[in-house]
Nanobody
Framework: QVRLVESGGGLVQAGESLRLSCSAS????????MGWYRQAPGKQREGVSC????????YYLQIVRGRFTISSDKSKNMVYLQRNSLQPDDTAVYYC?????????????????WGQGAQVTVSP
C-alpha cells in the first residue's frame, strides 16, 4: 500500500511562488508515474502535471506550462511541483497521485492512489 502526503500549500499573493512536495511511502513497486491534480471551488478536478518513472518525461497542462515545474527524487521517494507567477486562478486544492502505468504519465484515468490534498490560495 502506498501512502502519499502533500506539503507546501498556503496563502500567497499573485506573482509569488510556492513549491509543493509529496512524499510516497510504502510499497513503491506499484508506482510508475506521479502526478499533481488540482480542484478549484466549483470545478472538476484536473491533471496539472506529471512525471514518468520510466524515462522522467513530463507533461504540463497548457495553462501552467512555463510557470510550473515538476521534478522527482526517487532516492527520497519525493515529487515536487514548483509554481511560479501564481495567479488567483491557481487557487485550488492540489493533490499528489500515483499511477502504475509505465511510460506515458498523462493517462489521468489510471491514477489510483491519492494524497489528502494541500490548499493553495492566491490573492489578487
Amino acid at each position: 500500500q502506498v501512502r502519499l502526503v502533500e506539503s507546501g500549500g498556503g496563502l500567497v499573493q499573485a506573482g509569488e511562488s510556492l513549491r509543493l512536495s509529496c512524499s510516497a511511502s510504502g510499497n513503491r513497486g506499484s508506482i510508475d508515474a506521479m502526478g499533481w491534480y488540482r480542484q478549484a471551488p466549483g470545478k472538476q478536478r484536473e491533471g496539472v502535471s506529471c512525471i514518468s518513472g520510466y524515462d522522467a518525461s513530463t507533461y504540463y497542462l497548457q495553462i501552467v506550462r512555463g510557470r510550473f515545474t515538476i521534478s522527482s527524487d526517487k532516492s527520497k521517494n519525493m515529487v515536487y511541483l514548483q509554481r511560479n507567477s501564481l495567479q488567483p486562478d491557481d487557487t485550488a486544492v492540489y493533490y499528489c497521485a500515483t499511477s502504475p502505468i509505465l511510460g506515458l504519465c498523462n493517462l489521468w484515468d489510471e491514477y489510483d492512489r491519492w494524497g489528502q490534498g494541500a490548499q493553495v490560495t492566491v490573492s489578487p
